[in-house]
């Protein structure tokens, strides 16, 4: 992916950057309600999430200020071939200088498959980023029922924040609507992490500084999984072609 980017004009235009722009593009899905989320909130964070962030007291956490939101942020992981897909990327900023928050939404949706099965059957890429990734997060066994994308989606948070040289990374989970199983697999992950919990449903990984590393979740509002965006311009006329 390019290092260019462009402002957006309206949520539709968040719609080409999926990974399957007409599957992922459905109303009360996460990808069009994060969209409508973050576009209502402008030029700010959501408020659901500068609120988490200023409850901690953490320096690095308070008071941050967007500078830019970038959906479906690429990180290149060492191993296998494909990127690790951030639903958006935020750039934030305090008096105690930059913060890198890696958000991950959900609606009524898992954290996808077991650390178990990247193990089975793993080509000599997928060990190798496996592992890549238990070196970086620090943590010599992660138990095969963690959920792997907690891992690349963190791992990317923390990548990013040190290309940018920040003073924290951030992976925090925005839930609209998504079930306390959900939940147990997060707090599972972050035990795996021995991330303390610092306020309420936010944590820090005490063994990172330079950047330093939080976990956190936080519960969308719901009144955005009920927002309609339109397509955007090439799959409308797509569709329509289609209908011909």
Known sequence: MKRIFVPTSTGADWQPLLAKPVTHWKPGASAMTAAAAWEAAGDALPPEIARILDSSREPFLVGQKLLLAIPE??????????????????????????????VEAKVLE???PLVSSKRT???????????YLHSLLRVERFDDAIRYQLLHRTASALLTAREFHAGAAVMLVQAFDTPDAQRADFEAFRVALRAREIAPLTYKVDSFSGPCLYLAWCDGNVDFREVVL???????????????
């Open 73 to 102: 942020w690429q990180v290149a992981l060492r191993g296998g071939t494909t990127n690790s897909s951030t639903d958006v990327l935020a750039i934030c900023r305090n008096d105690f200088g930059l913060c890198i928050l890696g």
């Open 121 to 131: 059957d793993a080509s000599a890429g997928q060990s190798e980023r496996l592992a």
């Open 110 to 112: 898992d954290f996808g």
């Open 230 to 244: 339109p397509s955007a311009p090439q799959f409308t006329s797509e569709k329509s072609s289609s209908m011909l």
